[in-house]
C-alpha cells in the first residue's frame, strides 16, 4: 500500500530555507509510471502547486515559486525532497508531498501534510 | 496562468440533496480538469479526473461534466461524509491551478 511522508522541521525563521522530506512506501519512487510532487496550502486558505519531480531529475516548477524553490529526488532512499529559500510569512502553510501518474497532471495520492510556520 | 474560479464558494445542504458546484477557467482546458474533496485536518483526495472519470472507490453519487471552460460537480444524494470542501484543479498546463473551493455545509 502506497504511503508518502513528509518530515521536516515545523518551525523557519523568515529569510532563511525551508526544508521538507517526502519519504515514499510501498512503490518505487524509480517507477516510470509516476511524477513526485509538492502542494502547499496556506491555514484556512486554498492549493498551491510547487513543483513535480521525475525520478530521473526532471523538474517543473511553478513560475511564482521558481526563483526560490528546488526538488530533488534520491532514488536510493526513495525519498524526494523539496527545498524553499528565503521564507516569509507568506510561506506559512501545510505542505503535502503526492503522486501523480506519468499520463495525467493530477494527484491521486498524497501524504497528511506537514504545517510549517514562519515566524521568528 | 489559468485562472479557476468555483462558484458557489460555500453552500448549505440537507442530507438527501442533489447538490452542483461550478468551476469555470479563465480560459479553455478541454476536459483536463480534476476534482478533489478535502475535509478538516485531512489531505485531499481526488474523486474525477479528465472532467468525468470516477476515480476507484469514489461512490457513484458523484458525478462530473464538462468541457472547455465550464465544468460541474454534481453530488446526486448528499450524504453525511459528504460533507467537506470541494476542489477543481485543471491539469491542461502548468502551472497547475486550483479552484478557491467550494465549502458544503450541513443545513
Known amino acids: 500500500q502506497l504511503q508518502l511522508q513528509e518530515s521536516g522541521p515545523g518551525l523557519v525563521k523568515p529569510s532563511e530555507t525551508l526544508s521538507l522530506t517526502c519519504t515514499v512506501s510501498?512503490?518505487?519512487?524509480?517507477?516510470?509510471?509516476?511524477?513526485w510532487g509538492w502542494i502547499r496550502q496556506p491555514p484556512g486558505k486554498g492549493l498551491e502547486w510547487i513543483g513535480t519531480?521525475?525520478?530521473?531529475?526532471?523538474?517543473y516548477y511553478n513560475p511564482s515559486l521558481q526563483s526560490r524553490v528546488t526538488i530533488s529526488v534520491d532514488t536510493s532512499k526513495n525519498q524526494f525532497s523539496l527545498k524553499l529559500s528565503a521564507v516569509t510569512a507568506a510561506d506559512t502553510a501545510v505542505y503535502y508531498c503526492?503522486?501523480?501518474?506519468?499520463?495525467?497532471?493530477?494527484?491521486?495520492?498524497w501524504g497528511q501534510g506537514t504545517l510549517v510556520t514562519v515566524s521568528s | 496562468d489559468i485562472q479557476m474560479t468555483q462558484s458557489p464558494s460555500s453552500l448549505s445542504a440537507s442530507v438527501g440533496d442533489r447538490v452542483t458546484i461550478t468551476c469555470r477557467a479563465s480560459?479553455?482546458?478541454?476536459?483536463?480538469l480534476n476534482w478533489y474533496q478535502q475535509k478538516p485536518g485531512k489531505a485531499p483526495k481526488l474523486l474525477i479526473s479528465?472532467?468525468?472519470s470516477l476515480q476507484s472507490g469514489v461512490p457513484s453519487r458523484f458525478s462530473g461534466s464538462g468541457s472547455g471552460t465550464d465544468f460541474t460537480l454534481t453530488i446526486s444524494s448528499l450524504q453525511p461524509e459528504d460533507f467537506a470542501t470541494y476542489y477543481c484543479?485543471?491539469?491542461?498546463?502548468?502551472?497547475?491551478?486550483f479552484g478557491g473551493g467550494t465549502k458544503v455545509e450541513i443545513k
Open positions: 503526492a503522486r501523480r501518474p506519468s499520463r495525467g497532471r493530477y494527484f491521486q495520492h
Open positions: 510501498g512503490d518505487s519512487i524509480s517507477s516510470s509510471s509516476y511524477y
Open positions: 519531480i521525475y525520478y530521473s531529475g526532471s523538474t
Open positions: 480560459q479553455s482546458v478541454s476536459n483536463y
Open positions: 479528465a472532467s468525468s
Open positions: 484543479q485543471q491539469s491542461y498546463s502548468t502551472p497547475l491551478t
